[in-house]
């Protein structure tokens, strides 16, 4: 059996390996991976790099899982510990545009939503229920802040959800296509006004 420092090792080998990976895909995309490129990247041999992944959608699973899971602890879970009400959902807000500013090459889960749309298949797949549960969040916040008393009674959870993630992943492209510059600053007032126009009058 191995020792207990082997397994560490191990575990530190992989750790460092998908965390290569992820910047790697940060830049260009989870297609974009090359197990070579990768092997050279960490120093390793391409055998070495498989023997920590039995394929490469493995490795590109393992990916993904693993940059989904630091935009739930950077994005959602501080967010969870705010009130119920604008004050959770606005902090969803924040901290995505934090969590945007902090990976200037891009969001790996938003760039997979481009990447997947139209190809069928576990991936595809992998990366629906992820954004699924990152919708049914907002909807959620946003049928709290109604419920607050915060935003207007008249509020569809659903539609306004739909809007603000919509917004986001605009903000996504824009910054990476079309105007780096202001994309920023522009997405956060497009997503706060929206708020606002939803705000109750009592809340004003």
């Known amino acids: 059996m191995p020792t207990a420092v082997a397994t560490a090792k191990g575990v530190a080998t992989r750790e460092t390996i998908v965390a290569q990976a992820h910047a790697m895909a940060a830049r260009g995309g989870l297609e974009s991976l090359s197990i070579g490129e990768l092997a ?52 969803l807000v924040d901290n995505w ?14 760039g997979a939503c481009i990447e997947y749309d139209g190809q069928p298949g576990p991936m595809r797949d992998h990366v629906v229920a992820w954004m699924t549960r990152w919708l049914d969040a907002l909807e959620r916040a946003v049928g709290l802040a109604v419920t607050s008393g915060e935003l207007r009674a008249d509020t569809d959870t659903r539609q306004l959800a739909f ?29 706060l006004d929206l708020l606002d126009a939803r705000r109750a009058p009592s809340s004003s």
């Open 40 to 91: 050279t990247a960490v120093g390793m041999s391409k055998s070495g790099v498989f023997a920590h992944f039995g394929s490469r959608e493995d490795l590109l699973r393992t990916v993904l899982d693993t940059a989904s899971e630091r935009f739930f602890e950077h994005v959602m879970r501080p967010a969870f510990a705010q009130p119920r009400g604008l004050a959770r959902l606005h902090a």
């Open 97 to 110: 545009f934090v969590w945007l500013g902090e990976n200037p090459n891009g969001c790996v889960v938003l």
């Open 163 to 191: 809007e603000l993630i919509s917004m986001m992943h605009g903000t996504h492209q824009t910054r990476a296509l079309y105007r780096p510059a202001d994309a920023m600053a522009m997405g956060r007032r497009a997503l």
